[in-house]
C-alpha cells in the first residue's frame, strides 16, 4: 500500500468520526477518576475500542483498570505498534493533566490505522495505562513484559509547547519517618527529642549535597509532618522526596546519598529514623530520535509545527520511561495552551474540555496514526527506529 494514500485515508477516518471522538472525550473529563480507579473511564475506551474490531483484554498486569486491545498481525513475522492510552485524573482538579485527550488521541489512533492498513501489513495495539499520575501503571505492566512484544509505542501528550523529543528522567520516591520524645519546649526542653529538628537538618543536608550533584540530578522535597503547636517538642516529624537522575546508575548512585543525609540527621537529633521506599521506580526515557522525527513530519504534515528555535527541555518524569526500557518509544508534546500555561492547574483542565483539546485530540490521533503507517510500510525508517533502540540499548 501506498504510504500517502494510507496517510491521507488516516485523516479523512478521523475526521469522520470527529465528533464521537469528542464526546467520549467529553465523557471521560466530566466523570474524572483517580489513579487506578479509572473503571469508567476505561470501560468507554474499551467499549469504543470492542466496536471497531479490536480483542480486548481487561486487567492485565494484575491491575483492574488497565487493558490490552489487539488487531494481531496476519503474519507473526509483520511488525506492530502499539499506542499508550492514559485517563486517570488528579484529586481536586479533575483532567488538569489532560489524560481525557491522551486517552481518545492514542484509542483513536489505534481504530484510524487498523481500519486503513489490513492485518497483512503488520499488527496495531492499543495499551490502557491506567495511574501515570503517581500510581506507576505503565511501571507494573513493564514489569509484566507487556511491552516486549511490539515493535514502537506511541502516545501525544498536550503541554504550553509543541516538542516532538521529549525526554524524562529516572524518579525514586523517599519517605522519612522521624521518632522523638514530646516534652513542653519552654519549660522541659532538655527532656524532649525534636524530631522537627531532624527533617530540618535533613533538608539542610540535602541543600548541602545539591552543590555536588551532576547536572540532571534533582532532589526535591516537602514536610508532611511537623509537629501540633510551637510549645510542644514534635516527637513525630516527617519529609517525602523525590530524586531523579538522568539514568538508573546515577539514581542508584543518588538515592543512597539522600539516604544518608536522614541518616545523619537522625543521628545528630537522637531521633529514631525510618526509611520508606516507593518500590515503583520510574525509569529514564530511552529516546528515539528517528521515530520522533517520523512524528514530527507528519505534525508537519498536518500544519503543525516546532518553533524555529526548539524551546529548552524540561525534564520530569514519567512512567513512559518503563515502556522505553522494553520498546521503541515517543511521548511527544503538542501545544494546546499558551506558552507558560503548566499541566495540573485549573486553566489546562479546562483547555482539555474545550476547543483547544478538541484540536489537539483530533491532530494528535491523526500524527501518531501516521507514524504508525510510516513504521508498518516503511521498512528503512522501521530498521533505523530499531537501531537507535539497540544502540541506546548499549
Known amino acids: 500500500m501506498d504510504i500517502h494514500e494510507a496517510k491521507t485515508a488516516i485523516s479523512k477516518l478521523i475526521d469522520d468520526e470527529a465528533d464521537a471522538l469528542w464526546a467520549l472525550s467529553l465523557a471521560i473529563h466530566a466523570d474524572p477518576e483517580l489513579s487506578l480507579e479509572e473503571h469508567r473511564a476505561a470501560e468507554r475506551l474499551c467499549a469504543y475500542l470492542e466496536e471497531n474490531g479490536f480483542a480486548l483484554t481487561r ?17 507473526d513475522q509483520k511488525p ?11 484529586p481536586g482538579l479533575g483532567h488538569a493533566c489532560a489524560h481525557n485527550v491522551i486517552g481518545v488521541a492514542s484509542a483513536a489512533a489505534g481504530v484510524a490505522l487498523r481500519k486503513a492498513l489490513g492485518s497483512e501489513y503488520g499488527g496495531v495495539t492499543v495499551f490502557g495505562t491506567p495511574g501515570e499520575e503517581g500510581g506507576g501503571g505503565k511501571v507494573l505492566m513493564a514489569q509484566a513484559g507487556m511491552f516486549r512484544d511490539v515493535g514502537a509505542a506511541m502516545m501525544i501528550h498536550p503541554s504550553d509547547k509543541t516538542r516532538a523529543d521529549v525526554d524524562f528522567l529516572a524518579l525514586s520516591e523517599l519517605r522519612f519517618h522521624f521518632k522523638g520524645r514530646t516534652a513542653h519546649a519552654s519549660a522541659a526542653p532538655d527532656l524532649g527529642v525534636n524530631a522537627l529538628d531532624a527533617v530540618i537538618a535533613t533538608f539542610n543536608a540535602v541543600s548541602l549535597l545539591r552543590q555536588q550533584l551532576p547536572g540532571g540530578d534533582r532532589v526535591h522535597g516537602v514536610i508532611t509532618e511537623g509537629g501540633e503547636a510551637p510549645n510542644i517538642i514534635p516527637d513525630k516529624a516527617s519529609a517525602w522526596f523525590f530524586v531523579r537522575s538522568k539514568t538508573m546508575e546515577g539514581l542508584d548512585a543518588l538515592a543512597p546519598r539522600v539516604i544518608a543525609c536522614a541518616e545523619g540527621a537522625a543521628l545528630a537529633t537522637g531521633t529514631e529514623l525510618e526509611t520508606e521506599k516507593n518500590p515503583i521506580t520510574y525509569a529514564p526515557m530511552r529516546v528515539n530520535p528517528p521515530l520522533a522525527s517520523l512524528f514530527l513530519k507528519n505534525l508537519n504534515l498536518l500544519g503543525v509545527h516546532e518553533p524555529d528555535s526548539p524551546p529548552p527541555l524540561r525534564m520530569g518524569s514519567s512512567d513512559v520511561g518503563n515502556v522505553s526500557q522494553q520498546t521503541p518509544t515517543i511521548h511527544p508534546q503538542i501545544q494546546m495552551v499558551p506558552s507558560g500555561v503548566s499541566a495540573h492547574t485549573p486553566e489546562f ?5 474545550g476547543a483547544e483539546g478538541r484540536r489537539v485530540m483530533l491532530t494528535g490521533a491523526k500524527a501518531l496514526a501516521m507514524t504508525g503507517a510510516d513504521f508498518l510500510l516503511d521498512e528503512g525508517a522501521r530498521r533505523a527506529v530499531q537501531a537507535e533502540f539497540a544502540r541506546r540499548g548499549e
Request: charged share 20%; no cysteine; hydrophobic share 45%.
Open 59 to 75: 486487567g492485565v498486569a494484575n491491575l483492574p483498570t488497565a487493558f490490552r486491545a489487539d488487531r494481531p498481525a496476519a503474519d
Open 80 to 90: 506492530s505498534v502499539s499506542f499508550l492510552s492514559e485517563y486517570d485524573a488528579l
Open 349 to 353: 483542565a479546562e483547555a482539555s474540555g
